[in-house]
Every structure is written in C-alpha cells, then in structure tokens.
C-alpha cells in the first residue's frame, strides 16, 4: 500500500494550520535546507527526476539551474495556483488543506535560487484558498519562516498572494506575469523564457504548487527515496484528480505510472451504476481522450505520450457508454474559445470556428464535409499560435474524432446521438 | 548595435543583413516578400496575426567542436524546424534557411487569411480602405479564393464608433493586430487605445477624454492594415484609385513634414479638382513616414470659401474687386514714388522663390525689407546649423541633444518624435525649460530656469566648462557651480555628436538674438558645429522663417518706427495689426499680398489675392536648413496668382528683371546668387533615393499606406563652417529681465491647436482647440485673487485682452502664460496687470 506524501496531512483536522503542520514535522526541511548550499540542493533536486506538475512536466532540475546565479541580479518566484485545467482540482486542495507544505517548498526554491521575493497567483474563484494562503503566509511570516534573516541564516524571503480574475489562460506562464504586473492576461513571446526575463524584467521562476509541494520531501528524505517512486522517466507521488462517471471522485496520490485501470476501479471505485468505461480524458481537457483500450497504460509522461495523450496535470476525467463523444468535444471546445485571450488569430478565430462546426453536428445540422473540415482546421490552428494554448484546444474535438469518427458519422447521418445522449449546455 | 553581418538563405538567394535583423526584415531586403499583419517595421514584432509563418532550418552544430556539421557534399547540414516559425520575431543567424514558398507555409497564410475573412464583413465595396487595402491585397495573393465557412456567424458590430471626434473604429473590420495600440505606446507615449475584453470579443477602446487623446493619432489609420480606423476628415470621401496624389510640404511648422496631397474631381465641388486627404509621404531624414495631426487635418483654409479671390483697390472708402492690370498698375505706380521711402514686410510663410522676388523688387526701388517674426537668431543657424549630411535618426548612444525655451510637443510634434526616439536610442537629453514639458519624461538631465535666463544658463554651462569664465549678469552668474548645470554641462560637452534645438517661449526678439548666440558659443566651444549631426536647430514659428534669414530678411529691432517712417508699405503673409491691434499701421500706401482679407488686409489701400501652397509649387528651408520643394496639386483659384508671380509682374512694370513665371527659373537665380544654395536646383531637389522602410503603394501590408517619396527628399544647405567660413565666439549681450512693476511676467506659449487665422478653417479641430485662457499657478492666483475659471481682464501696454483663469501648478511663480493665436494680442513676453471681471460660480 502507497503511503501518501503529499496528501498525508490533509485529513487531519486543522490540517491547515501552522500548528498541525509544525506538530508533523513541518518546516524541518527548511532548517535542513538552509544549511545546504544552492548547488547541492540544485543537484538533490535534479537526481530526484522531479518534473513540472502544472503540465508541460519540465524537469524542474533544470528549470533551477536556469535560473541566473550572479546575486546581484533580484530574482523572484513565481507560484502558479491558478489551476483552471478543466477536470484538475488538486492544487485547491493543497492550498485550502495543506498551504504550508507548498510554502515550506517555495521558501527552499527561493533560496536555492536566490530569490527574496515570492509572489502566489490564485486563481481568483478559490476564495478559501485565498483566505487560507493568506493565513498561512501570515503565520509563517510569525514564526520566522518568511521575512527577513529565516532562521538565523541570513536569508530573507518576502511572500504575497495575487488574486486572478477568471482567465484560464492566466495559468500560462508568461500570461500569469502579465497578470501579475497588472496586466492584460496575454501570453509573452517566448524566448526570453521567464528565467531570463520573468516578472517585471526579473529573472523568475514559475512552479506549480505540487511541484512545489514535493521539494520539502525530498530534502527530507532524499532524492533517491523519491525517484525510487514512479517509472523510468516519470518520479515520484502524483494527486489524480478523477472526475466523471465514477462512483468515488476526488483526488488520489498514488505513485506515478499506476495504471488507468487500478485508479478508477481501485481507488475511484469503478463505474457508476456499474455501466461500461467509454473513455477517459487522461491529463485535463487539453489531453487528447483515450478509450476503455488504453485501461492498462500506465500513468506517466512518456507512457501516455507513447499513446498520443499527454499526463498534463493528471486529472482524469472518466466518461461512461452514456456520453455522446460529439457534446464533449463540442462543450470543451466552447470552453477554449470562451478563454482564448484573442492575442492571435489561429486561437482566436479558430477555436470559434471549430466550436461552431461542432456545435452544428451535435445538433443534428451538420454537413457531409464538416468533418474532414474540422479536422483541416485543427490542423491550421495546432502548432502555428503564439502559445501553447492553440494545440491544447484542438484536442478534444481532434481525439474523439480520432476516436470515435462513428459516432460523428452517425449524427451526421442520422442527425441524433448515438449515445441516446441529449444535448445541454 | 552590432556591425556584424549574418549571411542566411531565404527561398534559394543569399541573403546579408546587419546581425539583429528579423527574417521578414531580411526578406524585403532582398526582395521577397512575407506577408505581415501585425509586424511593422517601425515597431517593435509581437507574433500576434500568425501571417508571416515561414520554414525556419539552422545549421546543425557540432557540441563538441562549436563547428557546423557539414553533409557529405559539403553543405552545411540544416535541421528545420517541423513547427513553422514567425518571420517577424525570429532573428537570422548564421547559416539560417528560409522557405517562404513550400506548401506547408502557403497552407499556413490561407489558414490565417481564412480565419480572419471569417470575422470580417467584407464591406469593401464601401470600405475607406479598399483599393489600398493590405488585407484585400494579401488575400489575392495567398488567400483561398472562397471560405469554407459559414456567413451568418460573423459578428456585427459598431460600424461607426467614434474614438474621438478625429477617429473612427469599424469594429467589425479590425482584426485586432494591435498596430495602433503599439503605435500609440511605443513610438508617441499617448497611451489613449488599448483592447478590452478578449478572445472573439477583442476591441479597442479608448481611455482619455476627450477621446483618442493625441496630437499623432491620425497616423493609426494609415497603419492601420483595414479600414478599420478612419479619420472624420476622409471616411466616406473617396476611392482611393480615384484619387490622384500630389507631392507637397506641411506649412504648419518648421519640421517641413513631407506629404502626399490626395485630389479627386468631384461633382460635389462643381466639377472641380479637390483635397480629399493628406498623407505622410515618406523621408526619412526629416518626417519618416509620420506626421502630426495639424499637419494632416489643418490644410482646410486652403480651400475656404472665405479666400480673396479678386485683387481690391480702395475707392471712396470702400474695397473694391478690380482687374488684375489695374491693381498692378496701380501699385507700381505707388511704389516707384515711395521709392526708398518703401517698406516690404513678410513672413517665413512664403518660400523661397517669393522671398527671393520680394527682396529684388524692393532693393530695386531702394526700399527696406523686414521679416515679420518674433524670434530671432537665423545668423547663428547660418553659421553653425545643423550641418549638411544630418539625420536625427543617426543620433543615440554618446550623444547629445539640448532643448531650450521651446515646447516641442506642441511647437513641433515630429521633431518631439524624433528627438524621444534618439533619447530611447541612449542620446543624453537635456531638455531646459521654465515649466515642466512633454519632453522632460526622456531627459537625463531637466535644467529649470527663469524665464529670461535662457542665454544666461547657457553661457554658465559654458563657464563650468572652462577655466576663463566671463562675467555674466548678477542674476545668472553663479548658475555654473550648479551641479545640474555642470552635470548636464560636462555630458554635452563629451558627447560625440551633440544638436541644440532652440525656441522662443518666453523670449523676445531681442533676447532670441542672445540665446542663439549662446547657443552658438555652446556649439562651437564643444567642437559640436560644423560636422554632420552636430548645430543648431532653430523651432521657428513658421515654415520658411529659415529661409527668409538665408535669403537675406531680418527682423527690424524696431518695427513700430520703421513702419512710422514708410511712405508705402507692402505686407505680404503676415497681419502685424492683427497680432497687435495697438500698431499704428497709416502709411501713405498700404498694400496687402495674402489668402484672406486680415484685419491689416482691412486697413489697406491695395488688397492682392495669393495662392495657397497647394496650388502652385514652391520650395522651403526647414529648420534642420533642408532645402524641399513642393508641387501644385489642385489647379488655381482663377484670379488669385502665386506670391513669386505678383511681385514678379509688379517688377517688370518697374522695370526690375524678375522672373514671374516659373518658381524653378526663380531658383536658379537664387542659386547664382546666395553661396549656400549653390547648386540647388528643382531637379537636385527632386532626388528621391532608395528609403527604407520599403514604403508605398506597391507594398502597402508592410509599412501602411504613407508614401512612397518619389518627387525629392531635399537637399541640406551647408553650414558657414562647412562652407570655409571662420565663426567665432561672440560674447551677447543679455537682456535686461523685464519689468513687472507688482504686476506678473506674461507669456506667451504655442499650442498646436490655435485659433489663428489658418486653422480656425479647419473646423473639426474645434474641440481641441486652445481658447482665451490663461495659465497661474494656484499660489500667484490665490495673491491675486484669482479663482479657476475667473473671467481676467489683461492689460500690457497699451493692450488688452480678457482671458478665462485655469489654476496649473506646472506655471512659474510670478508668471502668466497666454497662448499664442488664441485672440490674446501679446507677442513677446512683457508685464501684465490682472483684474478679475467675473467670478466663476461653476464649481
Ligand atoms: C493554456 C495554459 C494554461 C495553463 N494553466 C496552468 C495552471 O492553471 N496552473 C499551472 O500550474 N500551470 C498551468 N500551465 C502551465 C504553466 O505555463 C507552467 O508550465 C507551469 O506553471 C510551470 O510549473 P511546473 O514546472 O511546476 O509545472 C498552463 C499552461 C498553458 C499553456
Ligand atoms: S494561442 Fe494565441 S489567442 Fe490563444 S491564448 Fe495563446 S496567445 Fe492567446
Ligand atoms: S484598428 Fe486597425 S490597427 Fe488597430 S488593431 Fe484593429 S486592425 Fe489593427
Ligand atoms: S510636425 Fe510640423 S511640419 Fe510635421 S505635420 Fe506637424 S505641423 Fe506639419
Ligand atoms: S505574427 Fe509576424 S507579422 Fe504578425
């Protein structure tokens, strides 16, 4: 049985708190860390084989190293919490149950990468997870974990938090730094990266707070316990956030490369009314969908690439014989054209125009070449934006063409769903 | 800036550009083309529109040799890029292959077209932009010929949404490519339009008030890639390829913007040929491919139906339309009497070519000339003016520009253009000013003065400098152990290339002679005088003023007197009663050459009907001393003749050899004569070299739809140094600070937008438009009893004048300032009394 890690405090009562956090060895990774030099930690960190859990799963290892190393230079943190990936509802869950495990994780980032200012963006509907951080930050601040010279070692460290306001795309990196200097939430050009160039000109390092939350481990207990967990290419404990049809939805740590099949019918409690698994999105709505073929991949980055989806933040969102394919392609596509930022005309226009096709098709208006047309212009909008934004939103409706072209051939000809399904919303 | 060269491939051809340069860049140099939407190359790249993708290769590299990996033939082995890659925001390197043409990257551009002709209206048959349209024209050229899309989910939107009264959107043409956004951020600071909303709901907004809040904005629509942004001036006016499009020069200031005149004939004006709109025409050297509202919106008096159109003669009290061949003969017959006892006052609004004539017609009578000016100092800029072979667009990094006593945001909104840019170039700037400017925001150095201190400061930046330091008057004699003063100081006198523009607020005529001179001392002390990039650069108050100094006109030190002592005076572009109403203009003669019937025009005996600039040709001397000629573009109203011709005819009833015909055949008089303007003919003034930006009809998706210049960039006059000449220091003797007797200093300040007799015509600027106001600080006007909005009587002199009180904390203690051409007759700053008349309750 996998002892969980990152979710170990949070059924405890007041598991929020400073005191039970402290009362569970909480911020004795700090005192540790605080005695190392950035250059070791650098390196615990890249033999862990941590990698980015907001998505893109870049080693974070590297991402440090990055980081400018002259001190003259003022660098930040950058804490993403603005978790707006459909189907993902885990970084919530740390921030409302357990926020001082993710501070503890970036008070250890900021020091290694000498850092002395670390901003929290939140994404703006949490409001207890506001509350919560605030809190957190406040009482860190009283015990000398945040601010000037932490724990005597001459480090100083300052922490704010920054509401969002209900923009998916400020989840994006370099629109997160927009956002955060006040600004519009329009993804940056990339290169500079944000380590050269980051918030307000500074050099800044962006984490998702479960990366984040992992450092404290692994200072604790080493990089090697920590790439002793998970697959090849993948290390370490990862939160499932699973949703959908299953008869216990929420959030699951288990160890990466844990099968598809033992999270959803081991831990999420198999298939509500006991109904067939038809598919499942494996990473958030920007992963391409899977089908009930797929049950025994394997939970990791290279895993699911090697079956044309992606890890992405590891919400699993799980779809019985009952869901029309077409209606959740179109739904999700109307979600990307609703937060496409409007930056770029492939996104822009694009996203719109896929919707409408899908749209058409679900109800029952579709025409014969619709589908080779929605599939010409997923093609004109993946990989010719200026963010990733474009190739994530062509997924959905990309996939389950892919997928499940019958059922689409059926609307088209019989003008209803296959899936006895009503459109809605 | 680097000076390296990268050398890429881009479709097959070799390719060598300067490094830094971006792929799109690289192509037009070489003559292909990648579409853009978004880029311009006057702006900085974002990658919005996704138009320019192209098929990027880079040379492999070796990691362990840092040497390129080499094919078995040779060859440099490429790997590309399997995503395709902006051509805007991707920088060459060494090495690098391009492919613009293959199907993948056709496929790319008829995507994006696509995507956008699905949220367009495709309005064009009634679009202001069709026919020059970069959307129009890309989409023939890389589009698909029809959309697989359906028409009843476009958007509709405002068609007519105003930004300001100047601009308007057509929300549903814009394709949110966020050029005049950029435009407005990046290249004039008025931050006023930005977007709003986002995804398919992207719109520009405005967010000053009064709307689209900028004296640049009108450069947006020309830049614009639709017909989204129009201007109120010409939305609706015309086809372009109706229109056809003469080369001409902007009158308004002393920059000589270069402009395209675009003339239609039209039903609606009788038949007759007229100005649909002016354009920017393209010199890098003087305007680059900007101009500045007034500029563009303020040529409507030419066309006002107010415009003499008949000579007059006084008969019986009365002015009455004659011949031509009376009049002429009339005044010959006068003038040949007055003989010595003629005076003949003009302007710098009138070029070369009638300067020239009016000076040769009055030295054959053995009369006196005068330029009417309130601003001094043309000798100075004949000796040390910015030299032949400049480009401000050359200045930045170690060097240095100084402002003085001028407000160029207002006085000359391109020269404030350019000069913000070479200090973003890393030019230290020094901006010297009483009260704070729009220019100061760049400067490195902000120097304070009193008004009247202009030279003083100056001649104490010269003392910190050196070890001889002559005396100076008490009130600026210890200025230079100033810090800020010996800072700025010592920062101009290291710079490699250093320019000082110098105005008038706040300055007599007199005292201008003395801060020129300063100027001049500063210049050539520093060893800033003489090469190119380097001297000094008069803001004149009129376009030609520059060239009236060349051609031998001076202000007269005392006017009143000389005009007093006149037998027959001949007054031509200027209106001395006018601007001061206490002048006692009665000569024997008056004869009065000008557009309008002027309150002088009103007192005179002989009234003359001129041509405007756009109906006959002429050439000006800007104040960085460019020689620019400029073309008729609409046939002549019929009975009024161009200045040169008037003044010509009227010589040859004297019996003075003029030339009265051809303003070319004028010129070259001018040449044979004045030693700087040796050489210049209209063809040496036509020459049009290879610009870049590439810009122009042919080309309109990259740099918007300005101009190309084909009809001449001018030619720079040499300075007296750069001629041989010997310039030397002299000291100038500064003026007494003016009595206020417990009264306060009055100023008088240029707005761009003024209510004088030429822009008044343009009545669209109404709302901009500076009125009978007056500026105190709130602790002067709390002294004197002043209260925001107060109704003030002024009294100078003998003058007076009623101003409405605005309480501005920027206004100098112990100073009024009044605008210029706004009904208020003060033209040199002198003491005024205030008495409050009525009191403002509105509060
Ligand atoms: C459209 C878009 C939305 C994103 N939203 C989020 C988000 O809500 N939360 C997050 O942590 N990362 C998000 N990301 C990923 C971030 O850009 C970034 O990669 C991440 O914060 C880096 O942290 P990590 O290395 O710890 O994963 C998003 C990326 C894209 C392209
Ligand atoms: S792909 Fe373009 S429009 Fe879409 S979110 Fe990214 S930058 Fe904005
Ligand atoms: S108004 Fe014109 S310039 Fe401005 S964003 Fe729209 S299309 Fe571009
Ligand atoms: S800057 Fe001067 S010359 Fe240029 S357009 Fe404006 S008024 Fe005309
Ligand atoms: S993205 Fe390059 S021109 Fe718009």
Not at chain 1, 108 to 133: C, D, M, N, P, Q
Not at chain 2, 546 to 570: K, M, T
Not at chain 2, 626 to 645: G, H
Request: proline share 6%; aromatic share 8%; hydrophobic share 40%.
């Amino acid at each position: 049985m996998f002892e969980p890690v990152l979710t170990r405090n949070i059924h405890r009562p007041n598991s929020e708190k400073i005191y039970t956090y402290l009362a569970h060895g909480g911020y004795e990774a700090v005192r540790l860390a605080l005695k190392k030099s950035p250059e070791e930690l650098i390196d615990m960190v890249k033999r862990s084989g941590l990698r980015g859990r907001g998505g893109a799963g870049f080693p974070a290892g590297k991402k440090w190293e990055y980081m400018p190393k002259d001190p003259r230079i003022p660098k930040i943190v950058a804490v993403n919490t603005d978790e707006g990936e459909p189907g993902t509802f885990k970084d919530r869950e740390l921030v409302e149950r357990d926020p001082h495990q993710v501070i503890e994780g970036v008070i250890i980032a900021s020091y290694t990468v000498g850092a002395r200012r670390a901003y929290v963006y939140i994404r703006g509907e949490f409001f207890l997870g506001v509350k919560r951080w605030i809190k957190a930050i406040a009482d860190a601040y009283e015990h000398g974990f945040l601010g000037k010279n932490i724990l005597g070692s001459g480090f100083d460290l300052e922490m704010s938090v920054h509401r969002g306001a209900g923009a998916y795309i400020c989840g994006e990196e370099t629109a997160m730094l927009e956002s955060l200097e006040g600004k519009p939430g329009n993804p940056r050009l990339k290169p500079p990266y944000p380590a050269q160039v980051g918030l307000f000109g500074l050099p800044t390092l962006v984490h998702n707070i479960e990366t984040l939350a992992c450092i404290p481990h692994i200072i604790l207990r080493g990089p090697e316990w920590f790439a002793s967990i998970g697959t090849a290419e993948s290390k370490g404990p990862k939160i499932f956030s699973v949703s959908g049809h299953v008869n216990k939805p929420g959030n699951y740590e288990l160890p990466l490369g844990t099968t598809l099949r033992e999270i959803i019918y081991e831990h999420a409690g198999g298939i509500r009314g006991g109904k067939k698994l038809k598919a499942v999105i494996p990473g958030g709505a920007s992963t391409p969908v899977l089908t009930a073929e797929h049950l025994d991949v394997p939970m990791a980055f290279e895993t699911l690439a090697a079956v044309g989806s992606q890890l992405g933040t590891g919400a699993i969102i799980v779809m019985d014989e009952t869901t029309c394919m077409v209606e959740v392609a179109r739904r999700l596509t109307k979600f990307f054209a609703h937060e496409s930022c409007g930056r770029c005309v492939p996104c822009r226009l694009g996203s719109r125009r896929l919707y409408e096709i899908l749209e058409r098709i679900e109800c029952g208006q579709g025409k014969p070449a619709d589908l080779n047309l929605a599939l010409e212009l997923a093609q004109g909008i993946d990989g010719t934006t200026f963010c990733p934004m474009g190739s994530a939103l062509v997924n959905p409706a990309r996939s389950t063409i892919k997928q499940f072209r019958e059922e689409y051939e059926y609307h088209l000809t019989y003008k209803r769903c296959l899936a006895g399904n009503t459109h809605s919303g | 800036m680097t000076n390296k060269m990268i050398t890429l491939t881009i479709d097959g051809i070799q390719v060598t550009v300067p490094e830094g340069t971006n792929i799109v860049d690289a192509a037009k140099k070489a003559g292909i083309d990648i579409p853009v939407f978004c880029y311009h190359p006057k702006m900085k790249p974002v990658g919005m529109c996704r138009m320019c993708l192209v098929e990027v290769g880079r040379p492999v590299v070796d990691r362990n040799t840092g040497e390129f990996v080499r094919n078995e033939d040779g060859s440099l082995k490429i790997q590309f890029n399997p995503k395709l890659e902006t051509g805007c925001t991707t920088l060459v390197s060494e090495g690098m292959v391009v492919i613009n043409t293959s199907d993948k990257v056709k496929r790319g551009r008829k995507d994006i077209l696509e995507f956008l002709l699905t949220s367009h209206p495709l309005d064009c048959p009634i679009c202001d932009k069709g026919g020059e349209c970069p959307l129009q024209n890309l989409t023939m050229a890389h589009g698909p010929g029809t959309s697989r899309f359906l028409f009843d989910e476009k958007k509709h939107l405002l068609k007519h949404y105003p930004l300001g009264e100047l601009i308007y959107l057509d929300q549903e043409r814009c394709i949110q490519c966020g050029r005049c956004i950029r435009f407005q951020e990046e290249l004039v600071d008025d931050p006023v339009i930005g977007f709003s909303q986002r995804g398919r709901s992207l719109q520009i907004v405005t967010f000053s008030e009064p709307g689209f809040d900028s004296i640049f904005s009108g450069n947006t629509t020309d830049i614009c890639p639709v017909g989204a942004l129009t201007t109120a001036d010409f939305r609706f006016g015309a086809r372009p390829w109706e229109l056809n499009a003469a080369a001409s020069i902007c009158q308004q200031c002393a920059v000589g913007c270069n402009l395209t005149l675009n003339v239609r004939r039209e039903a609606a004006a009788g038949g007759k040929v007229v100005i649909k709109r002016v354009m920017p025409r393209q010199n890098e050297w003087v305007n680059e491919i900007w101009i500045c509202d007034k500029g563009r919106f303020g040529y409507h008096y030419t066309e006002a139906p107010e415009r003499l159109t008949q000579p007059l003669i006084r008969k019986e009290g009365e002015l009455v339309p004659v011949s031509w061949e009376e009049a002429l003969g009339f005044v010959a017959e006068r003038f040949r009497q007055a003989g010595k006892g003629l005076l003949t006052l003009a302007s710098g609004r009138l070029s070369n070519e009638d300067l020239f004539n009016l000076r040769k017609l009055s030295e054959g009578l053995g009369g006196k000339i005068a330029l009417y000016t309130q601003m001094s100092g043309g000798e100075q800029v004949m000796q040390v003016g910015l030299a032949k072979e400049s480009n401000l667009a050359e200045l930045g990094q170690g060097d240095a520009i100084l402002v003085i006593a001028s407000d160029l945001h207002q006085e000359a909104p391109i020269w404030w253009l350019r000069v913000k840019q070479a200090a973003e170039r890393g030019a230290t700037l020094i901006v010297a000013h009483p009260r704070p400017t729009r220019l100061e925001k760049f400067a490195k150095h902000v120097l304070r003065y009193r008004y009247g201190d202009e030279a003083g400061l100056l001649l104490a930046m010269l003392n910190s400098l050196s070890a001889k330091r002559p005396a100076l008057p008490e009130r600026v004699s210890t200025l230079w152990r100033d810090d800020q003063v010996q800072a700025a100081a010592k920062a101009f006198a290291e710079a490699q290339n250093a320019v000082i523009f110098f105005g008038n607020e706040g300055v007599g005529l007199q005292a201008s002679q003395a801060l020129a001179q300063a100027c001049l001392n500063l210049l050539l002390a520093t060893n800033h005088a003489g090469r190119p990039n380097n001297g000094l650069i008069p803001v004149w108050q009129r376009p030609n003023d520059q060239g009236a100094w060349e051609l031998g006109w001076r202000p007269l030190p005392n006017l009143d007197e000389a005009i007093s002592q006149a037998n027959a005076i001949y007054v031509v572009a200027c209106d001395p009663a006018g601007d001061n109403p206490t002048l006692p203009l009665t000569p024997d003669f008056l004869v009065v050459q000008d557009l309008f019937l002027t309150a002088t025009a009103k007192l005179a005996h002989v009234v003359l009907p001129a041509l405007p600039f756009t109906e006959r040709e002429g050439s000006l001397v800007n104040g960085e001393r460019r020689v620019q000629r400029y073309y008729p573009a609409v046939p002549p109203r019929p009975s009024a003749r161009a200045d040169f011709t008037i003044t010509g005819q009227l010589g040859k009833l004297l019996g003075i050899d003029l030339e009265d015909r051809l303003a070319s055949k004028v010129m070259l008089r001018i040449a044979a004569e004045v030693p700087a303007f040796s050489g210049i003919t209209y063809t040496a003034l036509a020459y049009a070299p290879e610009q870049w930006p590439i810009i122009g009809r042919e080309d309109l998706y990259y740099g918007g739809t300005t101009y190309e210049n084909k009809q001449g960039i001018g030619v720079q006059l040499p300075n007296a140094l750069q001629q041989g000449e010997q310039v030397t220091l002299t000291w100038p003797s500064l003026a007494q600070a003016t009595e206020i007797n417990g009264g306060l200093l009055a100023v008088p300040v240029t707005k761009l937008y003024d209510s004088g007799s030429t822009l008044v015509h343009s009545k669209l600027l109404d709302q901009r438009r500076v009125a009978a106001v007056l500026w105190i600080h709130p602790d002067e006007a709390a002294a004197h009893a002043v209260q925001e909005g107060d109704l003030v009587h002024l009294q100078f002199g003998e003058a007076s004048a009623m101003a409405t009180a605005i309480l501005d904390k920027t206004v100098p203690q112990g100073v009024i300032l009044l605008p210029r051409s706004a009904g208020i007759p003060l033209l040199e700053p002198c003491a005024a009394q205030l008495k409050v008349v009525e009191r403002s309750y509105e509060r």
